[in-house]
């Protein structure tokens, strides 16, 4: 017969895991919490980034032309994406002029895509990209510095035409491209973005849809292309610029409140992935700013603007390189909306509403006009 201390010892094991497994917590908590406090009072160190591979979606204008700047004057390598050639090579140029001694300028439409994948070919193919045709050059290289020798100072890429109705292989050629010029992006900024001003039932269902292909669906496009190789090398950093309208609903931008939680969440989920899987080189910072001033939101106001201001770009870009360079998961700007956030997962839907109208989120679209066009 089986002996009762033998039971005994069986069922004491689980429970001495499960002790253990709690100290392990309690220990690894305490020192973050300590962490945590020495880095409110110090700044953080940050990482350098010079030589990383720096791609950067919406590359052309606004923020994404600030952040190409403030990385070139780290020494990064640029990629920049943008569906508007001329604002992409502007970019390219005024990178090189702040330092920069590698940019590629794409011309890329980031919410288009061919076909809808498969759910088998999803999972087996690792190199999704956009699907346009894109047309590459390198900008001159900063002038007294010689180029590598296997690089040309004045580089175009080849065109590449896409067909409707070609299966994912077909486009392996764009990613390819990327990586034969360039080599394998280690830091992916998704910073292209568009908004309607519309309330729901005024927005046309294209816009609709346009706005979770650029906002949302084209960062499942460009972590399919890169992050495989970011997870071989161990190493890469992966960031989101959401919105504070990610992070609650605002009157008259329910289609980009809605695509903006869905990027959100998206890289969350990832970040949690690449923590689960043990892939500890790479980084995720989600960025929920609020409004800035880079003509996008042109029109809209606050009603408290000493506490919630209008940002300014040159502002939010700082801050958000800092969060890159230490490595930050979250980045909130300005810091209000961390308090704002935790005081909606508190409150009744009573108050919020209340606390809502009072500091004037409903009204925050009404004087929307939204980026004016180039003639």
């Not at 004057?73 to 943008?82: A, F, K, T, Y």
């Not at 100072?153 to 896409?162: A, E």
């Not at 292909?213 to 992966?238: E, S």
């Not at 801050?319 to 998961?329: N, P």
């Amino acid at each position: 017969m089986p002996s009762r201390h033998a039971g005994v010892s069986q069922n004491m094991a689980p429970d001495l895991n499960s002790t253990k497994d709690l100290f392990v917590f309690l220990g690894k908590s305490v020192f973050s919490v300590l962490e945590d406090m020495v880095f409110t009072l110090i700044p953080k160190p940050q990482k350098n980034v010079a030589g990383e591979i720096v791609l950067i979606t919406g590359a052309g204008s606004g923020l994404g032309r600030l952040l190409a700047l403030k990385f070139a004057s780290l020494g990064s390598v640029l990629v920049l994406w943008d569906i508007n050639k001329e604002g992409t090579e502007e970019t390219c140029e005024m990178a090189q002029a702040a330092g920069a001694t590698r940019v590629y300028a794409y011309t890329c439409d980031c919410s288009q895509r061919e076909e809808v994948y498969r759910v088998a070919d999803q999972t087996s193919h690792s190199w999704a990209t956009f699907f346009v045709a894109p047309r590459i050059h390198q900008c001159s290289e900063k002038k007294g510095t010689r180029p590598a020798s296997n690089e040309q100072p004045y580089h175009i890429g080849k065109s590449l035409h896409m067909q409707k109705g070609k299966r994912e292989s077909d486009y392996s050629d764009v990613q390819g491209q990327v990586k034969r010029e360039v080599g394998d992006v280690s830091i992916l900024i998704n910073n292209a973005g568009i908004v309607t001003g519309k309330n729901f039932l005024d927005c046309p269902d294209e816009l609709i849809e346009k706005s979770f292909d650029v906002n949302f669906k084209a960062h499942l496009w460009t972590y399919k292309a890169f992050l495989p190789a970011m997870i071989a090398n161990d190493h890469g950093h992966l960031v989101c610029i959401s919105s504070s309208a990610g992070l609650t609903g605002v009157n008259g931008l329910a289609d980009y409140c809605a695509s903006k939680f869905a990027a959100f969440g998206f890289a969350e989920a990832v970040f949690a992935e690449t923590v689960a899987q043990k892939h500890m080189g790479i980084k995720t910072t989600i960025v929920c700013p609020l409004l800035i001033n880079t003509g996008m939101f042109e029109g809209c106001t606050t009603k408290f603007p000493s506490l919630l201001p209008v940002l300014e770009p040159e502002y939010a870009v700082r801050k958000i390189v800092d969060a890159i360079l230490q490595e930050k998961v979250y980045l909130y700007i300005p810091r209000v909306l961390y308090f704002l956030v935790f005081l909606k997962s508190i409150l009744s839907s009573k108050i919020a509403t209340l606390l809502c109208e009072y500091l004037g989120i409903f009204n925050v679209m009404d004087g929307f006009v939204g980026k004016k066009k180039k003639d």
